[in-house]
């Protein structure tokens, strides 16, 4: 027999469960599918592309809106037998999972054999973790629990293979939803916080994943009976932002329930009042439908701790004919044990067997334990003292297994977790010990390292020291061989000096009669010309005016230009450019060939020819050059060059 607490507080669905209105977790799903819609697409041909296209749009057209609805969902066989017949092979895997989640989840073995012919059809690692995760989450559900979790390690392991940890960690959280099933909280809070710790490194709001952990650590502390938790976290999870999740009225509907579960036993009036919350929450989001039997439940629970009975007894009949915990069976009898009960505080005492001995099926230890006790407290009050006796012992034996069991679980954790301490001291002496370890062993480094520096320091600098010593005596050979060099390059060149003296004063004499002589004829010639020639030709200044012409057709572009520029400039101006150095020696060659043309009267569209520059260049130029001169204007730039 497995041993299980009561399942009072809530029935906990996996967020990959299916619900009528459509979550964040299927959303998810339909993401993962489009993955492996994308793989299959890569691989067909455009005639199928033409098919493929609007292809469930058509199909829902012409059988009245739901196209999968149609097939023999009681017969999985039959239906990937069609699907295949009649769905492009690109959107078989999409309509197969279409065709899982049109199926009622009240056979198992239906669901069970689809999930095999998905991966027989259809096989791709991402489809093995999915049809795994469904494996398990039935698993949970029917309490097989080392069969889950044979699913949800074997789903983790394929996720984690495929990068996707956020898709394995919905594994985990499978698996501690199943721990709590079984009570053994620690393990799954601990499960709880490592998947909060990931969701907050990868997401920087509240998410529904957040949502639906801030629940589940709840009520994990609910059933642990750690109620200060509890009610810390319910009114976390209250205060929450949830402006950016699905349907954020089912969060707040559910925390609203965590609440009341909270007051159920100490404030039965404040769990009613937040039962009602939660009813007001789901009609406000949902106007036209009818409350779930499960609120009716929720009430009915919170009137029977008041003490009002008769409000308590048609909510709690109006919920056991609807069945508000579906296929959960863990969760499914405590409805006629709280309607046994109800009917037992009434006095209605065939009624209350009735009820409670039908929930005598439950695999909850802690609810068999409450029903054989109401059952011996019925015949007690028949006067059935035998019977009476019978169902106390066996309430009593149940009792004992379970804190027994209690006991032995905490033992275990208990010792578990002085072993991890002791395991955390040992590791964090070991750490400290290789800290101080490699401390010392950075300290003789470092030491032997200064040492091998300092002498190092010390052999460079002598070193040095040599061979400057050696570049000394080699320096004073040198200037000993070149004072005797000098003295021999003077003598020589003293020598040579009186000789060329010498052939110049003849060169003297000989240029000065030859001079002499050539003013002479050039007196004589003046004078023939003067009788010969009629009116005189043109002046000097025309032929200067020549000169500055020829200087206005010459361009400046490169180096050489500029060179043949400055000698025809000096031969028409003579001592102009030496003259501007000096009076303003901090000119570029740029500014001062842009002045050489200037003084020539150029304009700056000539300037710009000559120079091989833009018209707008010449005009910054101009508006530099009058900064540089201490001008206000360009205009006074012209003024002032014409004047130099």
């Given at each position: 027999?497995?041993?299980?607490?009561?399942?009072?507080?809530?029935?906990?669905?996996?967020?990959?469960?299916?619900?009528?209105?459509?979550?964040?977790?299927?959303?998810?799903?339909?993401?993962?599918?489009?993955?492996?819609?994308?793989?299959?697409?890569?691989?067909?041909?455009?005639?199928?592309?033409?098919?493929?296209?609007?292809?469930?749009?058509?199909?829902?057209?012409?059988?009245?809106?739901?196209?999968?609805?149609?097939?023999?969902?009681?017969?999985?066989?039959?239906?990937?037998?069609?699907?295949?017949?009649?769905?492009?092979?690109?959107?078989?895997?999409?309509?197969?999972?279409?065709?899982?989640?049109?199926?009622?989840?009240?056979?198992?073995?239906?669901?069970?054999?689809?999930?095999?012919?998905?991966?027989?059809?259809?096989?791709?690692?991402?489809?093995?973790?999915?049809?795994?995760?469904?494996?398990?989450?039935?698993?949970?559900?029917?309490?097989?629990?080392?069969?889950?979790?044979?699913?949800?390690?074997?789903?983790?392991?394929?996720?984690?293979?495929?990068?996707?940890?956020?898709?394995?960690?919905?594994?985990?959280?499978?698996?501690?939803?199943?721990?709590?099933?079984?009570?053994?909280?620690?393990?799954?809070?601990?499960?709880?916080?490592?998947?909060?710790?990931?969701?907050?490194?990868?997401?920087?709001?509240?998410?529904?994943?957040?949502?639906?952990?801030?629940?589940?650590?709840?009520?994990?502390?609910?059933?642990?009976?750690?109620?200060?938790?509890?009610?810390?976290?319910?009114?976390?999870?209250?205060?929450?932002?949830?402006?950016?999740?699905?349907?954020?009225?089912?969060?707040?509907?559910?925390?609203?329930?965590?609440?009341?579960?909270?007051?159920?036993?100490?404030?039965?009036?404040?769990?009613?009042?937040?039962?009602?919350?939660?009813?007001?929450?789901?009609?406000?989001?949902?106007?036209?439908?009818?409350?779930?039997?499960?609120?009716?439940?929720?009430?009915?629970?919170?009137?029977?701790?008041?003490?009002?009975?008769?409000?308590?007894?048609?909510?709690?009949?109006?919920?056991?004919?609807?069945?508000?915990?579906?296929?959960?069976?863990?969760?499914?009898?405590?409805?006629?044990?709280?309607?046994?009960?109800?009917?037992?505080?009434?006095?209605?005492?065939?009624?209350?067997?009735?009820?409670?001995?039908?929930?005598?099926?439950?695999?909850?230890?802690?609810?068999?334990?409450?029903?054989?006790?109401?059952?011996?407290d019925i015949y007690a009050k028949r006067g059935d003292w035998e019977s009476a006796l019978n169902e106390a012992n066996e309430?009593?034996?149940?009792?004992?297994?379970?804190?027994?069991?209690?006991?032995?679980?905490?033992?275990?954790?208990?010792?578990?977790?002085?072993?991890?301490?002791?395991?955390?001291?040992?590791?964090?002496?070991?750490?400290?010990?290789?800290?101080?370890?490699?401390?010392?062993?950075?300290?003789?480094?470092?030491?032997?390292?200064?040492?091998?520096?300092?002498?190092?320091?010390?052999?460079?600098?002598?070193?040095?020291?040599?061979?400057?010593?050696?570049?000394?005596?080699?320096?004073?050979?040198?200037?000993?061989?070149?004072?005797?060099?000098?003295?021999?390059?003077?003598?020589?060149?003293?020598?040579?000096?009186?000789?060329?003296?010498?052939?110049?004063?003849?060169?003297?004499?000989?240029?000065?009669?030859?001079?002499?002589?050539?003013?002479?004829?050039?007196?004589?010639?003046?004078?023939?010309?003067?009788?010969?020639?009629?009116?005189?030709?043109?002046?000097?200044?025309?032929?200067?005016?020549?000169?500055?012409?020829?200087?206005?057709?010459?361009?400046?572009?490169?180096?050489?230009?500029?060179?043949?520029?400055?000698?025809?400039?000096?031969?028409?101006?003579?001592?102009?450019?030496?003259?501007?150095?000096?009076?303003?020696?901090?000119?570029?060659?740029?500014?001062?060939?842009?002045?050489?043309?200037?003084?020539?009267?150029?304009?700056?569209?000539?300037?710009?020819?000559?120079?091989?520059?833009?018209?707008?260049?010449?005009?910054?130029?101009?508006?530099?050059?009058?900064?540089?001169?201490?001008?206000?204007?360009?205009?006074?730039?012209?003024?002032?060059?014409?004047?130099?």
């Amino acid at each position: 027999m497995k041993i299980l607490s009561p399942l009072e507080g809530r029935g906990i669905r996996y967020h990959y469960r299916v619900v009528p209105d459509m979550s964040s977790a299927l959303r998810r799903l339909k993401l993962l599918l489009w993955c492996i819609i994308a793989l299959t697409v890569s691989s067909c041909d455009d005639t199928e592309d033409n098919e493929v296209e609007g292809f469930f749009e058509r199909q829902n057209a012409a059988h009245e809106g739901d196209y999968i609805a149609t097939y023999p969902l009681s017969d999985p066989d039959s239906c990937i037998a069609r699907l295949k017949q009649e769905v492009p092979k690109a959107l078989q895997p999409w309509a197969c999972l279409s065709l899982w989640y049109h199926l009622p989840r009240d056979s198992p073995e239906v669901n069970f054999r689809l999930l095999e012919l998905y991966e027989e059809n259809y096989p791709h690692d991402t489809v093995f973790a999915f049809c795994q995760m469904m494996r398990a989450e039935f698993y949970v559900d029917l309490a097989e629990f080392d069969l889950a979790k044979i699913c949800t390690e074997d789903a983790y392991r394929r996720y984690m293979e495929l990068g996707r940890p956020l898709d394995a960690s919905d594994a985990r959280y499978l698996q501690a939803r199943s721990y709590i099933y079984q009570s053994r909280f620690a393990e799954a809070l601990e499960i709880y916080f490592e998947l909060l710790d990931v969701l907050n490194k990868a997401s920087s709001h509240f998410s529904d994943r957040h949502a639906n952990l801030y629940s589940d650590i709840t009520v994990a502390y609910e059933r642990s009976g750690d109620r200060p938790q509890s009610l810390e976290w319910a009114q976390k999870s209250w205060k929450a932002d949830v402006s950016k999740i699905y349907n954020p009225w089912r969060f707040r509907a559910r925390t609203a329930r965590h609440l009341s579960v909270h007051y159920l036993r100490t404030q039965p009036d404040s769990s009613i009042y937040w039962v009602k919350q939660m009813q007001k929450i789901f009609k406000e989001a949902n106007p036209e439908k009818e409350l779930p039997a499960i609120m009716d439940y929720r009430l009915a629970r919170a009137y029977s701790e008041a003490g009002q009975y008769q409000l308590a007894l048609p909510l709690f009949q109006g919920a056991y004919h609807q069945n508000p915990f579906g296929s959960i069976r863990i969760s499914y009898f405590q409805v006629p044990l709280a309607l046994g009960e109800c009917y037992l505080n009434l006095g209605q005492l065939d009624s209350a067997e009735w009820y409670i001995k039908e929930s005598l099926a439950s695999p909850d230890t802690g609810n068999l334990y409450a029903a054989h006790r109401m059952l011996s407290d019925i015949y007690a009050k028949r006067g059935d003292w035998e019977s009476a006796l019978n169902e106390a012992n066996e309430s009593h034996r149940l009792y004992r297994i379970k804190l027994d069991s209690d006991k032995a679980k905490e033992v275990v954790r208990l010792e578990a977790q002085y072993e991890n301490t002791q395991k955390e001291h040992r590791i964090e002496s070991l750490e400290q010990e290789q800290l101080a370890l490699r401390l010392r062993q950075f300290i003789w480094a470092l030491a032997l390292l200064s040492v091998i520096l300092l002498l190092s320091a010390l052999y460079i600098r002598q070193h040095n020291h040599r061979l400057i010593l050696v570049q000394q005596n080699r320096l004073l050979s040198q200037e000993k061989e070149l004072i005797n060099a000098r003295e021999k390059l003077k003598s020589k060149a003293l020598m040579h000096s009186r000789n060329q003296l010498e052939d110049a004063k003849k060169e003297l004499n000989e240029t000065g009669q030859a001079l002499a002589l050539k003013s002479r004829l050039i007196r004589e010639l003046q004078i023939k010309l003067s009788q010969q020639a009629g009116p005189s030709s043109p002046s000097e200044a025309g032929h200067a005016s020549q000169e500055s012409s020829e200087l206005k057709s010459m361009k400046i572009l490169t180096d050489q230009d500029w060179l043949v520029f400055k000698e025809r400039y000096e031969e028409c101006f003579p001592g102009f450019l030496d003259k501007l150095k000096e009076m303003f020696p901090k000119l570029t060659s740029g500014e001062t060939r842009l002045i050489l043309l200037m003084k020539l009267k150029f304009d700056n569209r000539e300037a710009a020819e000559s120079l091989g520059i833009s018209l707008q260049s010449v005009w910054r130029s101009r508006h530099r050059l009058s900064r540089k001169l201490g001008l206000n204007t360009t205009g006074d730039l012209d003024v002032f060059i014409e004047r130099l």
